[in-house]
């Protein structure tokens, strides 16, 4: 009997360690939903977490390409306390400190009507790819020359 | 002069003598290797003896592995806040600690605490049922101890330590979820959903069960080969008892290395 129950419970925690708990982490976040279109999400992933003025406020729910313009749709879960964002606040993509995760972080604009569940966020900043920008600075600096 | 010629010779006798007692002993054990392995499968025919060393082995060394895996868990979630937090990436803390259990610490450290705990006890057991003569009087009832005694032992560790590994990694991954999450206030999401991303069910925790089945093989073999082959007193029994925490913790430091190139590396 304990043998059995030892054999199971060591079985249990090999298994839990190998699946992936799909939903672990988001279905605690309840609010409501807003997309935002951006060129490039760069490492931005599912659980990702959506701040503003640096405080977490809600998470990404999942994320997917428009069909139509190529462009990555990410669909966010913000908490329901926060439910007065500005219409026309501001989305873009930030690495935290150097070797961070990203995220979203949202600049709150000077509207007076707010986001409602479902409404997209219009005005975004994609992720920025460090090797882009060098790219850019060094086709600059060649230009100039 | 004379003397200290003497003492050189001496010396080096010693030295011959300690070099042929090793290679004694470990042929020993290669030949016990031997008759060990024609009687792993027989050994199956009675079920129920290996479920007995499930229970001595397994169950009874579940305590020490769980506090330990607490413990250690709780350990890695501070240090690695620490290091993590000055890079500004405490997200990654929990695939820091998942990573570092499930590879490494889970199936070392438990195999380690499995030597001291139940590879000393089953040297003890055996060696002592020699010394009282009960393996010599289950051979003269045409009972083969290799088959009875050792084998359902060896079978016990090799199934036990997979199975304590992996709650000992699961134990520390709470651990480290109850420092970073709950004390020092990582981001929950990010703590589950970087293991998620980063773990490799196929690389990193069969990686881990291999490692810790290879283990468990060892620490039973040299802990029932100690056994076997202790000199029948109180005092070899003692050795015995010694030999098995000290050769079995050298073996796995060693194999975990070998594995771990293997496996990891290049």
Same mark, same amino acid.
């Given at each position: 009997?304990? #043998? ?6 060591? +079985? ?20 409501? !939903? ?6 490039? @999400?760069?490492?931005? !992933? ?10 977490? @406020?809600?998470?990404?729910?999942? @994320? ?10 990410? !669909?966010?879960? +913000? ?24 995220? +979203?972080? @949202? ?6 009507? #707010? ?17 882009? #920008? ?12 | ?5 003497? /003492? ?15 290679? *004694? ?11 060990? %392995? ?59 600690? /998942? %990573? ?13 605490? =499995? ?58 991954? *709470? ?52 056994? =076997?082959? *202790? ?8 050795? /015995? ?26």
């Amino acid at each position: 009997m304990v #043998v059995g129950a030892f054999v199971l419970a060591g +079985i249990a925690a090999l298994l839990v360690l190998t699946l992936k708990w799909s939903d672990f982490g988001t279905s605690s976040v309840s609010g409501y !939903t807003l997309t935002a279109e951006f060129d490039n @999400i760069g490492g931005l !992933t599912d659980r990702s977490p959506i701040k503003m003025a640096g405080v977490t @406020i809600g998470r990404v729910s999942h @994320i997917q390409i428009d069909p139509n313009t190529f462009e990555a749709v990410v !669909t966010m879960v +913000i908490s329901s306390q926060y439910d007065n964002l500005p219409k026309d606040s501001f989305a873009s993509i930030y690495t935290a400190g150097l070797l961070g995760a990203q995220y +979203i972080e @949202i600049s709150p604009g000077g509207d007076t009507k #707010v986001l409602k569940n479902g409404d997209k966020i219009t005005m975004t900043q994609s992720a920025v790819i460090l090797e882009k #920008v060098i790219s850019k600075f060094l086709f600059n600096k060649a230009a100039a020359q | 002069m004379n003397g200290h010629r003497n /003492a050189f010779l001496d010396g080096l006798a010693l030295l011959g003598q300690a070099a042929m007692a090793a290679a *004694a002993h470990s042929g020993q054990m290669v030949l016990f290797t031997g008759h060990l %392995l024609w009687r792993l499968l027989p050994a199956w025919t009675r079920p129920r003896l290996i479920i007995q060393e499930l229970y001595a082995i397994g169950v009874l060394s579940l305590v020490i592995i769980l506090i330990s895996g607490g413990f250690v868990g709780l350990v890695l979630g501070l240090q690695g806040y620490n290091i993590l937090s000055k890079f500004n990436a405490t997200e990654s803390l929990g695939v820091m600690v /998942a %990573l570092s259990l499930v590879r490494e610490l889970g199936p070392v450290v438990t195999a380690l605490l =499995f030597a001291g705990r139940a590879g000393s006890a089953v040297t003890a057991e055996i060696a002592l049922m020699k010394t009282t003569e009960q393996l010599s009087a289950m051979e003269m009832m045409a009972v083969d101890p290799l088959r009875r005694v050792v084998a359902p032992r060896f079978w016990g560790a090799v199934f036990s330590m997979p199975l304590l590994a992996g709650l000992f990694s699961l134990v520390g991954i *709470a651990g480290g979820y109850f420092i970073g999450v709950v004390v020092l206030g990582v981001d929950p999401a990010s703590y589950w959903g970087q293991i998620q991303q980063q773990m490799q069910p196929m690389d990193d925790v069969l990686n881990g069960v291999i490692k810790s089945l290879v283990f468990g093989a060892v620490i039973g073999l040299i802990a029932v080969f100690e056994g =076997f082959n *202790a000199e029948p007193t109180s005092l070899g029994i003692s050795r /015995a008892t010694t030999r098995t925490v000290v050769l079995s913790s050298l073996s796995v430091l060693g194999l975990d290395f070998i594995l771990t190139a293997w496996m990891f590396g290049a």
